[in-house]
C-alpha cells in the first residue's frame, strides 16, 4: 500500500457528462501529480499541484481541471467528456525534498461509452 | 526539456535467466534522479529501484541492479534470476530538482517471462 488513495476505482459515464476524480495524497507528502495512462500507453502528465498551488502543467485538456484542497487533497475535474478520455488516471503524491520518491495510487479506471 | 527514452517496447526472458532493460535520458541537468518502476496487469505504479546521480555506485535491490552511466546518459536495469512475477511493464523514470521536481517518463518496456 502506497498511502495514496484514489476514488473512486472504476467510473463508467457517458459522453459529454462531467465527473470528478478524487485523490489523497500520503500523509506529510505536499506535491500532488496527475497522469493519464490510456490502453497500452504510457505515463502522460496532466498537472502537479504543490501545496494547493499549481506547479507544472503538462498535457492537459481545456476540459480538465484540477486543485489542491487546503487539506492537501486532490481532485481532477473532466468535463464534456469524449469516447478518447477514457483512460486511467493516476494520481501520486512526493515530499518536496529533490529525493523524494513518488509514490503511486491505484488509479481510476474511467470508461466513456 | 527532459527527455526519456526506452528502446524497447517489449522484451521477453527465460525463467531463472537475466534480462537487461535499457534506458537512456537527455538532460543538461547535473543533479537528478533515475528510477524503474514497475507496472505489473493489475496496473498499480511499484517502486522498482532508484540511483541518485551524484552517486558513482550502482543501485541494487535484491534481483534487480542497474548500470548508470551519466556520462552517457545512460540507466539500465538488469533483472537476474527472473520469475514469473517480474512480467510486468517497466518504466524509467527521470526526477530533475530543477523543474519542480518533475518526473519524466519513458514510454515502457513489456517484459515477458517464459517459463
Known amino acids: 500500500d502506497s498511502g495514496v488513495t484514489q476514488t473512486p476505482k472504476h467510473l463508467i459515464t457517458a459522453t459529454g457528462q462531467r465527473v470528478t476524480l478524487r485523490c489523497s495524497p500520503r500523509s506529510g507528502d505536499l506535491s500532488v501529480y496527475w497522469y493519464q495512462q490510456s490502453l497500452d500507453q504510457g505515463l502522460q502528465f496532466l498537472i502537479q499541484?504543490?501545496?494547493?498551488?499549481?506547479?507544472a502543467k503538462g498535457n492537459i485538456l481545456e476540459r480538465f481541471s484540477a486543485q489542491q484542497f487546503p487539506d492537501l487533497h486532490s481532485e481532477l475535474n473532466l468535463s464534456s467528456l469524449e469516447l478518447g478520455d477514457s483512460a486511467l488516471y493516476f494520481c501520486a503524491s512526493s515530499l518536496r525534498t529533490s529525493g523524494g520518491l513518488l509514490y503511486f495510487g491505484a488509479g481510476t479506471r474511467l470508461s466513456v461509452l | 526539456a527532459q527527455t526519456v527514452t526506452q528502446s524497447q517496447p517489449e522484451m521477453s526472458v527465460q525463467e531463472a535467466e537475466t534480462v537487461t532493460l535499457s534506458c537512456t535520458y537527455d538532460t543538461s541537468e547535473s543533479d537528478y534522479y533515475l528510477f524503474w518502476y514497475k507496472q505489473p496487469p493489475s496496473r498499480q505504479m511499484i517502486l522498482v529501484i532508484r540511483?541518485?546521480?551524484?552517486?558513482?555506485q550502482n543501485a541494487t535491490e535484491n534481483r534487480f541492479s542497474v548500470n548508470f552511466q551519466k556520462a552517457a546518459k545512460s540507466f539500465s536495469l538488469k533483472i537476474s534470476d527472473s520469475q514469473l512475477g517480474d512480467a510486468a511493464m517497466y518504466f524509467c523514470a527521470y526526477r530533475s530538482p530543477n523543474t519542480g521536481n518533475q518526473f519524466y517518463f519513458g514510454t515502457g518496456t513489456s517484459l515477458t517471462v517464459i517459463p
Open positions: 540511483q541518485e546521480a551524484y552517486k558513482q
Open positions: 499541484y504543490y501545496n494547493g498551488e499549481e506547479r
